[in-house]
């Protein structure tokens, strides 16, 4: 079992930034990829990013533009998103994943942290 605990979310004006973190505990040999996805009200939960652990390689929603920057602090266990520019689309509640192999699917994580608010005014 993983455990997953997201923080950092908050709200900012457009343009502003933001960095979510996601600490993840238990069984950690489970999570040597972890993701981030999103979801807005009424809309599919998306993948935004995920890193591996073991090569640091890194994937990106094609929505993200360079924008955003999935880092990992493996010592730490814990994940983090830099999101700059933001814009009022990028509101959403933003979940950590985790699982051992990567995909962009929602289905291919087992382990996901309860999700934080980010929201984007105008």
């Known amino acids: 079992q993983v455990q997953l605990i997201e923080s950092g979310g908050g709200a900012v004006q457009t343009g502003g930034s933001l960095i979510l973190s996601c600490e993840a505990s238990g069984d950690t040999s489970s999570s040597r990829v972890m993701a981030w996805f999103r979801q807005a009200p009424g809309e599919e939960r998306d993948f935004v990013a995920a890193i591996r652990g073991s090569s640091g390689n890194r994937y990106y929603g094609d929505f993200v533009q360079g924008r955003f920057y999935i880092s990992r602090d493996s010592a730490k266990n814990i994940v983090y998103l830099q999101m700059n520019n933001l814009k009022p689309e990028d509101t959403a509640v933003y979940y950590c994943?985790?699982?051992?192999?990567?995909?962009?699917?929602?289905?291919?994580?087992?382990?996901w942290g309860q999700g934080t608010q980010v929201t984007v005014s105008s």
């Open positions: 994943a985790a699982d051992t192999v990567y995909s962009f699917r929602v289905e291919n994580y087992a382990y």
